[in-house]
Each structure stands twice: as structure tokens, then as C-alpha cells.
């Protein structure tokens, strides 16, 4: 009724704090591939989201640190790149901190593939040389290709989940620095993934999905089979 005020209790207080503490939470981002739920814990292994964590008391400065970013990565290969991560798998104090690094040496005209992160944005900074890099944008947004050629000191960010690349587009070798929003981001390389998965997708699949005739696929699934055996 018009000119009827009703107190707020601190009963309904208490019940609307609490449905905004349900519309904020939420499930914590996965920190690998997948988890599956058991329920006897006797018969399996048992694994955490992310890893145990040592004692504080015996941690050491080396937990904390890693050298594999001194030193270039061997660069012979199909693509002409090679990539050296820094996460927590090799530095274990990244456990729980949601942050990760990694080196991305090119050789001329060497190419980093489209690849996608499932578990992290990435910022990457050139060290040395030029590199063309872009990224595609999901089917609702239209596929958009953003790219830009980047020097030495450029920076450019590649949104969580959304396949990107690096090319060399210089004469001399190149280096980037790449920083991840995860401990441990995960990486697919598109072409690996679907023309060399283990077992082979149908090519049927593939050929339908492409356009392409089957001795297109069966070409291109022997290329990536060769080059991971």
C-alpha cells in the first residue's frame, strides 16, 4: 500500500548476502586436461587440481627458480620453431600462483603454428627480430583475423582459448618471451591435433569437415605421422 514502509530485517539480510554469495561463486578454473571422479581412492591415484604442495618450512630458493629460458631451443625442425615452457612442471613454486612463462625461438621464416591455450591468456613480447602474429576470433564473433607485424620491445596479447600464431617475417633468427595466465596453460596445435591424434580420426570426418577428398586427408594424416614417430 502507498505510504507503507516494511523494515528490512536481518533476516532478509542474511538470505540476500547469501544469494550473492551463490551468484559470485563458482567452480575453479580446471588446471589440466580432465579430472575423473573416483570414489575408492585405495584402487587409484590421486590427483589434486593443480599439485600437492610442499611444507613451507622446506622450501628453497631452487623451487622458485629455472634457468631454461637462458638458453636458445633447437630450431631444425618442420616449422622452424621450438618453444620452451616455464610452468609449474619445472618450477614448482608457480604451484597455486596462475602465472607461467615461456621462450619461443624462430629461425628464418620459422613459424610458431596456430595453436590455442585452453587455460590461459598469453602476452608476448619480442626480444629479437620481427614477427607477424594474429588470432582468430570464435564462430559467434565471425572468425575476425586480428594480426599485426611486431619489433623488438612490441608487445601483443592473445585472448584465453582463441587459436593464434607467430611467423618469422625477418631474415635473421627471432625470440619472444611469452607470459601465461596459468601454472600450467595447456597448448593444441590445431594441424597436430586433428590430422595426427592417437588413434587416427576417421577420414571421412576430416574430409567432410575440409572439403577436401580423402586422398587430401590420408595425405596429411601420414605428414604429421611421419613427423611425430
Known sequence: MKGVHFPVTAAALSVLAFATLLASASDPDPLQDFC???NNTDSAAVFVNGKFCKDPKLASANDFFSDKLRYPGNTLNPVGSIVTAANVDNIPGLNTLGISFARVDFAPNG????????RATEILIVVEGSLYVGFVTSNGDGNRLFTKVLYKGDVFVFPIGLIHFQLNVGKTN?????????QNPGVIT??????GSN??????????????DDN???????QFWYNNS
Not at 111 to 118: A, E, K, M, Q, S
Not at 174 to 182: E, V
Not at 216 to 222: F, H, P, T
Open 36 to 38: 575423473v571422479a573416483i
Open 174 to 182: 627471432a625470440l619472444a618471451i611469452a607470459g601465461l595466465s596459468s
Open 111 to 118: 613459424l610458431n603454428p596456430p595453436h590455442t591455450h585452453p
Open 216 to 222: 587430401v586427408v590420408d595425405y596429411l594424416q601420414k
Open 190 to 195: 590445431i594441424a597436430n591435433a586433428v590430422f
Open 199 to 212: 588413434p587416427p580420426i576417421n577420414p571421412d570426418v576430416l574430409a567432410k569437415a575440409f572439403q577436401v
